[in-house]
Structure formats: C-alpha cells, structure tokens
Nanobody, 125 residues
Framework: QVQLVESGGGLVQAGGSLRLSCTAS????????VAWFCQAPGKEREIVAA????????FYAESVKGRFTISRDNGKNKAYLQMNSLKPEDKAVYYC??????????????????WGQGTQVTVSS
C-alpha cells in the first residue's frame, strides 16, 4: 500500500553529520506516524526516533536525544532524520517505517506495517 525508500546514508567521520531521507509512494494520502529504526550487526532492530503524522509529537531514544532530529514534510511525502555529532556506535543500517494508526507514537518494530529497504550509516573514528 505504501512504499518507502531511504537515502542519505554513507561514511562520515566521528563528530560529523548526515541527513537521512525517507520518500513515500503509493497511498501517501493516508495519515501515518513515521519512525526511524536502526540495526547494527548482531543486534536487534531498535527505535531511533518517531514522529506523529502532523509532526506535533516526537520520541527519541535516549542514546540519540540531543543529537538527532526527526522531521517530516507531508507535502513532499518525505521524512528526515538529521544526525549530528555522530559516533562510531551509531554505525548501523537505518530504516524508516510507517504506521497507519496515527497518534500512538509507537516504539516497537512490530507496530509498523511499512518499511524501507534501509540505508547504511558508517562512522569512522
């Protein structure tokens, strides 16, 4: 119903910045919350940040609070994750996800129905 594609990942030095983008297609007229998850090698997929459909409320994992910012532009069918002060431990594949039950600001992967393919973020020290 909704297709998501991430972009913007890459290699960056510690302390640097990246901005990830998530572009939606399909039934983008539906209201949905959006979240970013990450998955490092050997680890489970974890919540990074989430935002309600209108952008009024956000959630951040404690490890990224103050460094990352989630935002969205519904007119462009895009969501973003601005990542500043990157650390080597931020290295992971980052996924965007959409939830068609807006307003809950869910933080578990099972609550999201639509997923992108992921984009790799690598941080060198």
């Amino acid at each position: 119903q909704v297709q998501l594609v991430e972009s913007g990942g890459g290699l960056v030095q510690a302390g640097g910045s990246l901005r990830l983008s998530c572009t939606a297609s399909g039934r983008t007229s539906s209201y949905y919350d959006v979240a970013w998850f990450c998955q490092a090698p050997g680890k489970e997929r974890e919540i990074v940040a989430a935002i309600t459909w209108k952008g009024g409320r956000t959630f951040y994992a404690e490890s990224v609070k103050g460094r990352f910012t989630i935002s969205r532009d519904n007119g462009k069918n895009k969501a973003y994750l601005q990542m500043n002060s990157l650390k080597p431990e931020d290295k992971a594949v980052y996924y965007c996800a959409a939830d068609t039950y807006p307003g809950s600001l869910n933080t578990t992967s099972s609550d999201y129905a639509y997923w992108g393919q992921g984009t790799q973020v690598t941080v060198s020290s």
